[in-house]
Nanobody, 115 residues
């Protein structure tokens, strides 16, 4: 059973960079041909796909967030990380890490941007 767990700061100040980590258990992030995504849901809004990193380490980003988003991985820890820079109140959301279609989701972590 694959499990994903997000971790990161719950509160971030405007203009800062938020870093979120997804720790994966029960499966390797280097297994062919899976990709691992970050998805967020602002309050009262729908899900937004932010970007992904695949089994080979290639990255893919939403065009609307590409300039502020970076996804990386640590294969030794079986983790992948999202960095979102220059955050504003509009980045307040629940952030999820997922696998594939997605077929597995983390429980989500709340990120609030406020001074």
């Amino acid at each position: 059973q694959v499990q994903l767990q997000e971790s990161g700061p719950g509160l971030v100040k405007p203009s800062q960079t938020v870093s979120l980590t997804c720790t994966v258990s029960g499966g390797s992030i280097t297994t062919n041909y899976y990709y691992w995504s970050w998805i967020r849901q602002p309050p009262g809004k729908g899900l937004e796909w932010m970007g992904a990193i695949d089994y080979s380490g290639s990255t893919y980003y939403s065009p609307s967030l590409k300039s502020r988003t970076s996804i990386s991985r640590d294969t030794s820890k079986n983790q992948f990380t999202l960095q979102l820079s220059s955050v504003t109140a509009e980045d307040t959301a629940v952030y999820y890490c997922t696998r594939g279609r997605p077929d597995y989701w983390g429980q989500g972590t709340q990120v609030t941007v406020s001074s």
